[in-house]
């Protein structure tokens, strides 16, 4: 697939820090792509550099292999983390007015906001000034105005703050929708479940600068650490007599007739050693990688380590029997 | 281009669809008319008479008193205390008590009344009684009255300006003294008024958070600009109605009470003399009438010697300029700072060359044509005001070119650097800015 955007050797500095160095990104086209990192890491500073509210320093961005420029701002949708409407205004007259700015004219505008009201119980709401509104309909509303003039990207930072549950699943949907219909969408949160649910590509950024990024899948796999989780019943001896020193018995629980534990295979060992003994000593009832989430995978890149690993140097989580 | 006008327009229309502006668009020419038609009504409507009852011990005083100005005069015999009966019934509102003695002690002079004494019967007693006492001692002296009065020569120059095209126009100082005043002033008021305007849209935009979902898909600067200009003619609308319904209301009313506003001196020189007088006689009774109708009189003639549309198409210019001059910093301020609190200390340097030019506008109206005049009405931050004083009393064109040619250029340097600090400061949240800081968000690129 081909990349919609392409960010080249982003560098912008601010008065007192670097707030992004040396950052490429590709995000392909048709996708949906996770931008993550912890707050201050230089994201919003990228999404602005995209939508050009501001200018990077040094470095380059092609959408669509057309360099970045003021006509692109039509294609590109945002909904910003931080946003707000005019409290005074009315609902109608405002989503009209935002449209305008994206460049629709008035009547397209009209007609495309009708069918979104429609289709989110909003139409009542039209001729109410946006302070009668509840958050989570103007939620909707700014949710509308981002896609209304049907961007070839969108870019969602934080997209699900404020909303229920349900209305949350709704934003799913219609978020996979665009998807489907033909749009690449930028997705910035904290939420990892809805990374792992949504994502097919993911970048991460942390102070300043990019220290990961590619398909959610392959990203997982890289950061499997060898760690299985077996379930065994009918024990003929505990289970650390079983592993020699290629193996690292991590967590188990049970007794002898029912066990579940975590077991670390180190070096390059073979999986399948590991299977040997406990086919032989005991009954095999479940054997399986554990991959690890992308909350794992996440903090373990800003903070250094797993923090399952950390199970691994806290000894008194095995008991042994 | 079209976005930045989409900007204007929602900027206009949701300014001008409020009430507030409905009802100052109206009252502001009710009150102004009313400042203009008010006076002449009263005037003319003031019905209650104020009855004085004399009662005059001397017998020196009694036959001067001539009913006038809504006071009536009752001679009322040499009984006070009768008077003061009379008076507690309500037939009269004050009674004068004129001593026997008050040829010769003119402190012993009493007015009585129950209320308040009605100022202009005051006024208007004490004026009679001065004469009176003045003719009673030039015949003591024996001095004939007649022959004072024809040594007594009033002298009263008429100003006349030359104008450029050689034109003779009577000046009246004090008119332009006024007019200059008032459209200085108004100048002011309409800065501040539509400046912090702007400050508030600004404000209102980056606390809720609209600013970034509107700057990606317009320019900073377009917003800015777009609201600066939409508020600007918010301004110029409210301004062009009021001038249109002040003058409607008071034609309205000269044409349908002409006589009231009928003063010329000239003729009244006429309409009061029945009989042929000779022309000494008649220029003393001119004299007498220019004098008492002065105000009147100089005000519709000192009024009709004044260029008005070149006071109004200077006055659109200077506040349209000093408007988009003062706009922009308010802008700039509005961005800058997180809630209304904040702008107290960045509003201080902009509000200073303001309340300079306030302040100065007295010292300007003596000496239209002095040093501090000519500096103030030159440099771009006072200009606006200032030139506005000027103008009633005639301003070179060549001043009026370099002062609005400067105040252009005054009011794009302006803009340039709130724009600098605009697109910084609209998407900076829960930082205390300082001057420093400012200072770097203006000189970093």
Redesign the interface.
Known sequence: MDALLRAEHIIKEY?NHRALNDVSLEIPEQSIFGLLGPNGAGKTTLI?II????GPDKGEIYLNNEHLK?GH?EK?G?L?E????????KVGEQAE??A????LNGFEARKLLKQWFERFDLTPWWNKKVEELSKGMQQKV?FI?TVLHKPSLLIFDEPFTGFDPINVNILKEEILKLRHDGATIIFSTHDMASVEELCDHIALINKSEKILEGQVQQIKKQHAGRIYEVELENMKKPLENMLDDRFRLLTSTGTTDSTRARVKILNDTPANDLLQPLLREAQLVAFKELTPSMNDIFIKQVTGRFPAESAETDKQHIKPR | MGKTSTIIKREFLSRVRKRSFVVMTILGPLLMAAIVIVPVVVAQWSDSEYDVAIVDNSDYFVHAFDDRDNVRFTPLGTNIDHALELMHDGRFDAVLHIPEAAFQAPSTLRLFSEKSVNLNARLLIENILKLEFESLKLEHAGIDEEVLRKIETPVNIQAIRIQNDGELITDYPEISMGLGIVSGLLIYIFIFLFGSQVLRGVLEEKTSRIVEIIVSSVRPFQLMIGKIMGVGLVGLTQFLIWVFLTFFIVGIFQFAMPDMFQFTPDERVFISSSQVLSMEEMEQQRELIQQQDTMAGQLLEGLSAINFPVMIVSFIFFFLGGYLLYAALFAAIGSAVDNEADTQQFMLPVTVPLLLAIIMSNLVISNPDGPVAFWLSIIPLTSPVIMMVRIPFGVPYMELMLSGGLLIIGFMATTWLAARIYRTGILMYGKKVNYRELWKWITHA
């Open positions: 008065a602005r939508n050009q509210i501001i003021p701002v590109i945002y910003p931080e946003r707000g409407l005019y409290k005074k205004m007015y935002l305008r700015l994206k460049g700014q105005i």
